[in-house]
């Protein structure tokens, strides 16, 4: 059975005190894996897609990496309004092709 | 653009009564998805269609729930009789191709069962 394990559940941070969420999967064969963020009231929305192992993107204050066996999203001089909830989703590579979502980071970053 | 639509955004009722949840997807997008998102469970796929046409409804978790699709714009999840565990957020979500490509999710509804 694909797993998509996310940590930590809960991480708080000072403005501009930099740190990394992780995404680890268990999957028989990667065909894709998704970084969403979602605000309170709001639904996820999409952030990165990266497929194959050694990929990054970037965006603003967010960088996503890829390995065989996990992602990081690392957030650089984090933001108060960088406060939300990262999940990251893990499409396999057999199957429905559907992503199994992770159960999220709850990022929240004091002023 | 106008976004993946979600009514109502809240509704509270009481246990045994059905409720009706409505999605009008993307146009243009062939694939949509109904997620219900909980604080135990996370965000769970309970059925996707696929122009219009059920693909794979397995997340679906009992027979009281059912969902169709009328036309391209148009779907509706609906829990008939409703318990107070069904309580949680339901959103729905739209893309081109399916798994292979990001969704785009609605801003859901919010589900309590007195």
């Known amino acids: 059975e694909d797993q998509v394990t996310q940590s930590p559940e809960a991480l708080r941070l000072q403005e501009g005190e930099s740190s990394s969420l992780n995404c680890s999967y268990t999957?028989?064969?990667?065909?894709?894996l998704f970084w969403y963020r979602q605000d309170p009231g709001k639904g996820p929305e999409f952030l990165f897609t990266l497929y194959s192992a050694g990929e990054e993107k970037e965006k603003e204050r967010l960088k996503a990496t890829l390995t065989k066996k996990e992602s990081f999203l690392h957030i650089t001089a984090p933001k108060p309004e960088d406060s939300a909830t990262y999940l990251c989703?893990?499409?396999?590579?057999?199957?429905?092709?559907?992503?199994?979502f992770g159960r999220g980071t709850s990022l929240i970053v004091h002023p | 653009d106008a976004g993946v639509i979600q009514s109502p955004r809240h509704e509270v009722t009481e246990m045994g009564q059905e409720v009706t949840l409505r999605c009008k997807p993307i146009s243009g997008h062939d694939y949509l998805f109904w997620y219900r998102q909980t604080m135990m469970r996370g965000l769970e796929l309970l059925i996707y269609f696929n122009n219009n046409v059920p693909i794979d409804d397995s997340g679906m978790p009992e027979d009281r729930f059912s969902a169709k699709m009328p036309n391209a714009s148009f779907s509706t999840l609906k829990i008939q009789p409703s318990e107070p565990r069904d309580s949680a957020v339901y959103f729905c979500?739209?893309?081109?191709?399916?798994?292979?490509?990001?969704?785009?999710f609605g801003d859901g509804t919010r589900l309590s069962i007195l």
């Open positions: 989703a893990v499409q396999a590579a057999g199957g429905s092709y559907i992503p199994t």
């Open positions: 999957v028989s064969g990667l065909r894709g």
């Open positions: 979500a739209s893309n081109e191709r399916g798994g292979d490509q990001p969704q785009h």
